[in-house]
């Protein structure tokens, strides 16, 4: 058994003997019998939140209403959820109140899918009610129960299907597929927040590019933002030669592909519930590679965009089989004699000690000073530039 869950079982021990259940329960279980590398354990219990968190010394009330606690021990951090059912769906999306209840059946059908609902006690035994193992094997991802039922109860999981596809290239068995095909409509009650996430993790798992093609022969594609219609150009992205591996670039990928113009970049990952700075840095990584395709950027160009959107540049050309002499521009920008502003040799401090004023002209003669330092025509030190401006007066 992987240290993970060594350094977990007192954790379950002490449940255990406090007179309760308690299991390793969902992707910890389905990873370690992949072989895969398991991140982290979550443990469902018979115990209530509140009687979990009086054997435990550290814990925080991560979703208490739910029925999560997080215990803090070891040095490591559990999410710890009292068995539970789920009930009163409403619009198709997470349930407004869940159920405790006393077994470990319970807990398990209310689960996703069938890979998913394995749970494993203290000495290693699998509970396997849907025969979770077999399709482990034979890498099939099966809703638990009916899928038309499981999917009008919680639409998000027809993202996740898709997501578990390109993280363990797995297939959808056929009644999962068909019932995403017929209910892929539901997804649009979903918050944009939770689609982004299964999203990001479809597009960021190794075979993404397969899971695209489900993601769109589904039509789940239709109701996620700014996708609807788009079919001919998103079929591109099974095509492509990489799977993304970077957040940035899956998104500048995927704007590339959808021809979204540079005004309504900003819009786009604003749809998405996207962050200010992811936001940025995919304005700044497509303004790159727009650069690129027009022309070999100049010194100051690759100076100005930095050498993480430079990286991310070509890996954006490299994942859309338009590859850029990437060697070459990584080679430039690390061969400059300033990487950043900061690195310049004067400051606005320098200057105002020099009698200039503050104010807009000072701001022009430091971008001066450092396009051509950039551009070695002056050497990076105070008497190389003190001489510059000498010269100028
Ligand atoms: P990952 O490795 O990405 O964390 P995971 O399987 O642990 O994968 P989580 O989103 O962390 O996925 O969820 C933990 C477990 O909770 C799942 O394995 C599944 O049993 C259950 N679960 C999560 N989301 C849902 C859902 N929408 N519907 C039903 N069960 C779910
Ligand atoms: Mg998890």
């Known amino acids: 058994l992987p240290?993970?869950?060594?350094?977990?079982?007192?954790?379950?021990?002490?449940?255990?003997?406090?007179?309760?259940?308690?299991?390793?329960?969902?992707?910890?279980?389905?990873?370690?019998?992949?072989?895969r590398h398991v991140h982290d354990v979550d443990i469902t219990t018979s115990a209530y939140p509140e009687e979990v968190k009086e054997l435990f010394d550290k814990s925080i009330d991560t979703g208490i209403k739910h029925?999560?606690?997080?215990?803090?021990?070891?040095?490591?951090?559990?999410?710890?959820?009292?068995?539970?059912?789920?009930?009163?769906?409403?619009?198709?999306?997470?349930?407004?109140?869940?159920?405790?209840?006393?077994?470990?059946?319970e807990d398990l059908k209310r689960r996703d899918f069938t890979i998913n609902a394995l749970a494993m006690d203290m000495h290693g035994d699998i509970v396997d009610l849907f025969n979770g193992i077999e399709d482990l094997k034979n890498h099939i991802i099966r809703a638990v129960g009916n899928p038309?039922?499981?999917?009008?109860?919680?639409?998000?999981?027809?993202?996740?299907?898709?997501?578990?596809m390109s993280q363990l290239e797995f297939k959808l068995e056929e009644k999962t597929e068909q019932a995403i095909k017929d209910n892929h409509e539901l997804l649009k009650k979903i918050s944009v927040e939770r689609i982004r996430e299964e999203f990001v993790k479809m597009g960021l798992g190794p075979f993404s590019r397969q899971a695209f093609q489900i993601f769109l022969d589904t039509q789940l594609s239709e109701d996620v933002p700014d996708f609807a219609g788009k079919k001919d150009l998103l079929q591109v992205y099974p095509q492509l030669k990489f799977s993304p591996t970077m957040e940035t670039s899956l998104w500048?990928?995927?704007?590339?592909?959808?021809?979204?113009?540079?005004?309504?970049?900003?819009?786009?990952?604003?749809d998405w519930k996207n962050s200010n700075a992811m936001t940025e840095k995919?304005?700044?990584?497509?303004?790159?590679?727009?650069?690129?395709?027009?022309h070999v950027p100049t010194d100051y160009e690759l100076f100005e965009a930095g050498e993480d959107i430079i990286i991310n540049t070509i890996d954006v050309a490299d994942i859309l089989g338009q590859p850029v002499s990437s060697e070459a521009l990584?080679?430039?920008y690390?061969?400059?004699?300033?990487?950043?502003?900061?690195?310049?040799?004067?400051d606005g401090r320098f200057l105002i000690k020099r009698g200039m004023r503050p104010g807009a002209q000072l701001g022009r003669t430091l971008n001066q000073i450092r396009k051509k330092v950039v551009a070695c025509e002056i050497e990076n030190s105070e008497e190389a530039i003190e001489q510059y401006l000498d010269d100028l007066d």
């Not at 038309?148 to 997501?163: G, N, P, S, T």
């Not at 690390?334 to 004067?346: F, G």
């Open 3 to 35: 240290e993970i869950f060594v350094k977990a079982m007192p954790v379950l021990r002490t449940l255990e003997d406090a007179g309760f259940e308690a299991y390793f329960v969902g992707g910890s279980v389905r990873d370690v019998l992949l072989h």
């Open 330 to 332: 990584v080679d430039r």
């Open 282 to 294: 995919v304005e700044q990584i497509i303004k790159m590679f727009d650069l690129i395709a027009d």
């Open 148 to 164: 038309e039922k499981r999917f009008h109860e919680d639409a998000l999981r027809m993202m996740r299907a898709v997501r578990f």
């Open 334 to 346: 690390l061969a400059l004699p300033i990487k950043t502003p900061s690195e310049l040799a004067v």
């Open 67 to 105: 029925g999560t606690v997080t215990v803090l021990y070891g040095g490591e951090s559990y999410e710890i959820t009292t068995f539970r059912t789920e009930s009163g769906y409403q619009d198709f999306r997470r349930p407004d109140h869940v159920t405790f209840v006393q077994n470990l059946d």
């Open 252 to 270: 500048a990928v995927i704007i590339i592909l959808l021809k979204v113009s540079n005004e309504n970049i900003g819009k786009f990952m604003r």
